[in-house]
Structures are given as structure tokens and as C-alpha cells.
């Protein structure tokens, strides 16, 4: 099979445990792109957050954020865009949840938090999109895409996913990107959704397109194409999902840059 697009997640894939790209990885990409392969971005971030990658990189491709509840072209226009209802998001704005868990909510092109939280730290050291630090109640004709909540216990985040589910049956997709991070989305929307329209509009076949993906927020992405797979360093609950998908070496051995390697004979 000749591939024609590559789909990367980010944190945990393409960058490095400084969430960073290497040098190596870029020269890999760089390579696989001159071969007149496509290659696509689907991450968790907001579109705001991917500058860093995007300019490093030299893409001048379409990009997909917030879990595929957004779709921005090279130029930054808008292509596809979905929301959380408003009244939902008000309810999670409201809900109770336990010491430790922090509140975020992205906006089209905000990120609003409610108190400072350190260990956001190394993921924005690059970027120039910065949260806000507001009373989320106080927010007004609210567009959100996306709200998540960060937590170090996994367990309190796995009973709020719980209760969240309880709370709106059926309306929501929720996942975790990480095992600190729990996210909520539009129901139906994911990377796996985003990557279908995406392709559509460049007349490439599913079949023809790999991912590369560690989080459970890539699971319909990794379902959807014609060959995904998983990082070393992925979540066991992915693994368990695609028992049959092949795992590849971690982010922090540069696992995505050698598969591709091997895969485009670049060697």
C-alpha cells in the first residue's frame, strides 16, 4: 500500500516528554512531505496552542484541535466547527467536583481556568496561547468546543467521568487524553469524525492514511484509518481497546519519526 496522508497527535506522539519536536523527527517529516505525502496534526489542544509544531514543521496543511471540534485550513479559517450546548457547559461550569480537580474551558479563541495550576506549566512554556484565570460562572455567550478537567489522581477523574455520564446521558463524548486529563466534547464528534471530513476535501481513501496516536482520545482515529498505531508509551486502556494495532517505540525514543522510516524506506 502506497500511504498519502500521516495523522499525528501531539503530546505523547509526535513531541517529546519536553513537548517538544526533535531535530531528527523534523528531518523524517520533512522527508516524508517531499515524497508529496500529506501530513495532518489531530490533537486535544486548541488551535490556537499548535503554532509551535506547525511553523516548526513548515505545514501548510489543514489541522484538526480540540478533539475534532475544530478544522482550521493553512490560513487559519475556520472550516468546521462544533460546541458543546451551552447549557451543559453551564452545568459543568456548576458542578461540584473534588478538591484537586481543575475546571477548562476553551472559547474560540480563549482558554479560561479558575485558579492558577502549575502543572500546566511545561505545556505551554512554547506556545503564546495562555490560559486565563477567571470566575468561569461569570462567562457569557459561551462557544465552548471543549471542557476538561486536570487532575494528578486518575481515580478522582475516572468518578467524575462517571458522573458527568449519569448527569447527560447520550450527549457527550468523554475521554481522557492523558490519565490527568479527562475531556468533554459534542457527542459524536472525535479525531476519528475529523479525519473523514479532512480527507474528503484532499480526495484521499482511508485506506491510504496512517495514524499515529497514545491516548484514548485517539482511539477513533486509530480505528478509522487504514493502518494506526500506538505509541510505547500509550495508555493501557488503548491498548486493551486494539489488541490487533501494532505498538511502536515510545515519544521519548522518537518512535513516530523511525516507523516512518521504515515505512517510506527513507533510510
Same mark, same amino acid.
Given at each position: 500500500m502506497k500511504y498519502k496522508a500521516i495523522i499525528s497527535d501531539l503530546d505523547g506522539t509526535l513531541l517529546n516528554s519536553e513537548h517538544e519536536v526533535s531535530e531528527y523527527t523534523k528531518q523524517v517529516i520533512e522527508k516524508v512531505i517531499n515524497k508529496g505525502v500529506k501530513f495532518f496534526i489531530a490533537t486535544g489542544r486548541h488551535h490556537e496552542d499548535i503554532d509551535f509544531v506547525r511553523n516548526g514543521l513548515n505545514l501548510d496543511s489543514i489541522f484538526i484541535t480540540s478533539n475534532g471540534c475544530r478544522i482550521h485550513d493553512k490560513e487559519k479559517n475556520k472550516l468546521i466547527g462544533h460546541d458543546i450546548d451551552e447549557e451543559i457547559v453551564r452545568g459543568l461550569i456548576n458542578l461540584d467536583i473534588e478538591e484537586g480537580i481543575h475546571k477548562n474551558i476553551y472559547m474560540e479563541n480563549e482558554w479560561y481556568i479558575e485558579k492558577e495550576n502549575d502543572y500546566l506549566d511545561d505545556f505551554v512554556k512554547d506556545s503564546p496561547f495562555l490560559y486565563?484565570?477567571?470566575?468561569?460562572?461569570?462567562?457569557?455567550?459561551?462557544?465552548?468546543?471543549?471542557?476538561?478537567?486536570?487532575?494528578?489522581?486518575?481515580?478522582?477523574?475516572?468518578?467524575?467521568?462517571?458522573?458527568?455520564?449519569?448527569?447527560?446521558?447520550?450527549?457527550?463524548?468523554?475521554?481522557?487524553?492523558?490519565?490527568?486529563? &479527562?475531556?468533554?466534547?459534542? @457527542? %459524536?464528534?472525535?479525531? #476519528?469524525? /475529523?479525519?473523514?471530513?479532512?480527507? *474528503?476535501?484532499?480526495?484521499?481513501?482511508?485506506?491510504?492514511?496512517?495514524?499515529?496516536?497514545?491516548?484514548?482520545?485517539?482511539?477513533?482515529? &486509530?480505528?478509522?484509518?487504514? @493502518? %494506526?498505531?500506538?505509541? #510505547?508509551? /500509550?495508555?493501557?486502556?488503548?491498548? *486493551?481497546?486494539?489488541?490487533?494495532?501494532?505498538?511502536?517505540?515510545?515519544?521519548?525514543?522518537?518512535?513516530?519519526?523511525?516507523?516512518?522510516?521504515?515505512?517510506?524506506?527513507? @533510510?
Open positions: 486565563q484565570i477567571t470566575d468561569l460562572k461569570t462567562l457569557e455567550n459561551i462557544k465552548s468546543p471543549k471542557v476538561f478537567f486536570l487532575s494528578l489522581e486518575h481515580e478522582k477523574l475516572v468518578d467524575l467521568k462517571e458522573k458527568i455520564e449519569k448527569l447527560y446521558p447520550g450527549k457527550l463524548n468523554i475521554t481522557f487524553s492523558l490519565d490527568t486529563c &479527562l475531556e468533554v466534547m459534542p @457527542k %459524536g464528534v472525535s479525531k #476519528g469524525y /475529523a479525519i473523514k471530513e479532512v480527507l *474528503k476535501r484532499h480526495n484521499i481513501s482511508l485506506e491510504e492514511t496512517i495514524a499515529f496516536g497514545d491516548g484514548l482520545n485517539d482511539l477513533e482515529m &486509530l480505528q478509522t484509518v487504514g @493502518k %494506526g498505531y500506538i505509541m #510505547g508509551n /500509550a495508555h493501557d486502556k488503548l491498548i *486493551k481497546e486494539l489488541p490487533n494495532h501494532e505498538i511502536i517505540g515510545p515519544n521519548t525514543e522518537e518512535g513516530l519519526a523511525k516507523k516512518l522510516e521504515e515505512i517510506f524506506d527513507l @533510510k
